[in-house]
């Protein structure tokens, strides 16, 4: 058929509107974590069709498990890309090292829909993970560089995946600020951040701040509260998760990070492991209740939506502690746990 000037010009129009409503769609989005320390899981490409029978269309995974970045060919999952901590001081040691990995992982997956790789999780000088603090920021310099000699920078964002251990003076959420003792580790990333306009990851648990202080209504974190629970200098919060939210949020603006948006690389509520905090009924009310909140913002960057990814996919059995056990939304045979929607 041949296309008259017309014809082109409503298709093009048509593209845009299409493209325009795809983008607000994943725009609104939570995508999940695909952990696979678990017994009897179902096959990647088996993982592949349960996400897209249930809307969703983000995933996180902590590795490049070949088999399931085979599975993700051709798909519409867009996909945040781990580089697993055993993997920082490889590229770390070296821009070839890093070359290799991103060829290997990334550009030989061409239709794949990368969006982030996230260069090593919880990462702290406060956990078990410190012994790759000295090697982080050079691996996410030379996977950054990678990156963007492969020309693929501006639809890969490099970043890192922090735990909100790092930040104190939380309450009220405008007091959050990064501690002293980990200000040296964290701002030379936040500057790397700033200068690449890349978000900051942050791994984002209610859950663990309520079973650490009991004084802590469940209904705050369970996004269940009726009222106010905290005012700060006329922002009000009903929920933890924006409080804890918009605490780092402050933390970052203290650092030189003011320009920087956040990006929720997990959250979740076990329902397990732990008395009865850690029930169906919690975890249900939790996770639902965060997929509809974070399609709006917080009280301090209130334009949202907030990306967000829940964690996690299916129980990992082979996880510590208890708790770790019991994040699942699904089971291994691919049934819900409980009635969650992604619509």
């Not at 993982?47 to 970045?69: A, E, F, G, K």
């Not at 469940?218 to 006329?234: I, K, R």
């Not at 997929?291 to 209130?302: E, F, M, T």
Request: charged letters at 20%; a neutral charge.
């Amino acid at each position: 058929m041949a296309i008259t000037k017309s014809h082109f010009s409503f298709t093009l129009i048509l593209f845009g509107v299409l493209t325009l409503a795809t983008l607000d769609f994943t725009g609104a989005q939570t995508g999940v974590c695909y952990g696979r320390l678990g017994n009897g899981l179902p096959s990647p490409a088996d993982v592949v069709s349960l996400c897209n029978r249930n809307n969703i269309w983000r995933m996180r995974i902590y590795d490049p498990h070949q088999p399931t970045l085979q599975a993700l060919r051709g798909s519409n999952i867009e996909v945040m890309l781990g580089v697993p901590n055993t993997d920082l001081e490889n590229v770390g040691a070296s821009q070839a090292n890093a070359n290799t990995w991103v060829q290997n992982n990334v550009k030989n997956y061409g239709n794949v829909k990368f969006r982030y790789i996230a260069v090593g999780n919880e990462v702290s000088p406060l956990n078990e993970n410190s012994k790759y603090v000295p090697v982080l920021l050079n691996a996410i310099r030379n996977i950054q560089t990678a990156i963007s000699d492969a020309r693929l920078g501006d639809q890969i964002k490099v970043s890192t995946a922090i735990d909100t251990g790092l930040i104190t003076d939380t309450s009220p959420p405008s007091n959050g600020r990064f501690r002293d003792d980990v200000r040296g580790f964290i701002e030379p990333i936040i500057n790397f951040l700033v200068t690449n306009r890349a978000p900051l990851l942050v791994n984002l648990y209610p859950y663990i701040a309520v079973a650490d202080n009991p004084d802590i209504k469940l209904e705050y974190a369970l996004f269940t509260s009726p009222e106010v629970v905290v005012n700060d200098n006329g922002r009000g919060y009903k929920n933890l998760f924006d409080a804890i939210l918009d605490a780092t949020y402050s933390a970052l603006e203290k650092a030189g990070g003011s320009s920087l948006q956040i990006v929720v690389s997990e959250s979740g509520w076990p329902s397990a492991g732990a008395g009865q905090l850690t029930s169906i009924d919690n975890a249900r009310t939790y996770n639902n209740n965060l997929i509809r909140h974070v399609k709006g913002g917080s009280p301090k960057r209130p334009s949202g939506p907030i990306e967000t990814y829940i964690f996690d996919l299916f129980d990992e059995d082979q996880k510590n502690p208890e708790t770790e056990k019991n994040f699942g939304l699904f089971s291994a045979n691919m049934q819900p746990k409980y009635q969650i929607s992604f619509s």
